[in-house]
């Protein structure tokens, strides 16, 4: 489907910065040379209006994320380790206690909400791959397979009575419908934080990473669309920080009624 106005902001004023012609998506592999192979475009575009870098093109979810999807969050040693680390800085920053609850969107194989889980918290995750939701409801991680929707979140909160946390790894920049998410999140988030974390386009741009464009990556995220975006839904990015996973990413903490830390300031200065 091609996209001619802004994810977030929906002006029309794009222009395309990089055009890498037609590709198939990424995650998929032939089983033979007589499969038929579907190709796609592959273009990046800039807003003029609020400066979200994203595609134009967007390919339909269940194509990218329902048929041999590869991705396991748990098959690198880095990435345990980076899962580990986030949910002792989260947990640690927002002060949650044991038995508050966890729902993570994009929860893939449950490895991150494992962490949490050791921790002390209730969890429950959403995701639309069944291979990978299997994986993590062996693990003891309940899990709702689907894509993230009110009626989704509201199976997982009968599993989850306290919601302190809400959290999406590599998966906000992958969702081609932010308003939707915002409005859910912000609907059933109380006094809670959302946190998400994705590759962080200041990195894209300082290393010239044209090769991490793909067509799961809708979004290449910076800090100064967002807090806009998110003042809408009554939600305040409150804290950010710089991460490496992913070839440089930032962590993005939002709540309702909260003050904002130098951070943010400092990042919006450097985006200058």
């Not at 098959?75 to 899962?83: A, E, N, V, Y």
């Not at 449950?110 to 995701?127: E, Q, S």
């Not at 010239?208 to 003042?231: E, G, V």
């Not at 962590?251 to 009624?257: A, I, M, T, W």
Request: proline share 3%.
């Amino acid at each position: 489907m091609r996209k001619d106005f802004c994810r977030i902001c929906k002006s029309k004023n794009l222009y395309c910065f990089l055009d890498l012609g037609f590709h198939p998506h990424s995650d998929q592999f032939r089983v033979s040379m007589d499969d038929g192979e579907v190709y796609y475009p592959l273009r990046l575009n800039r807003c003029r209006d609020c400066g979200l870098v994203q595609l134009d093109y967007v390919v339909a979810p269940e194509a990218l994320y329902q048929h041999d999807y590869l991705y396991e969050s748990s098959i690198t040693k880095t990435g345990d380790r980076h899962w580990t680390e986030f949910a002792e800085t989260v947990s640690r920053k927002i002060d949650l206690k044991p038995d508050d609850g966890v729902i993570d969107i994009g929860s893939n194989d449950g490895t991150l909400l494992l962490k949490f889980k050791a921790l002390g918290m209730k969890v429950c995750g959403i995701d639309p791959c069944r291979d990978v939701t299997d994986i993590a409801i062996s693990r003891g991680i309940p899990t709702i397979t689907g894509f993230f929707s009110e009626d989704s979140m509201q199976e997982a909160k009968k599993i989850i009575k306290n919601l302190k946390l809400v959290t999406g790894t590599n998966v906000f920049a992958h969702i081609d419908n932010l308003d939707e998410v915002l409005e859910i999140v912000a609907k059933n988030i109380g006094d809670g934080v959302f946190v998400f974390e994705s590759p962080y386009f200041g990195n894209f741009y300082d290393g010239l990473q044209y090769d991490t464009t793909y067509h799961q990556h809708l979004s290449y995220l910076s800090l100064r669309p967002l807090i806009p975006f998110f003042k809408k839904y009554g939600l305040t990015i409150f804290d950010v920080e710089r991460t490496d996973i992913h070839g440089g990413s930032f962590r993005v903490y939002s709540g309702k009624n909260r003050v904002s830390t130098k951070r943010v300031g400092e990042m919006l200065a450097s985006e200058n």
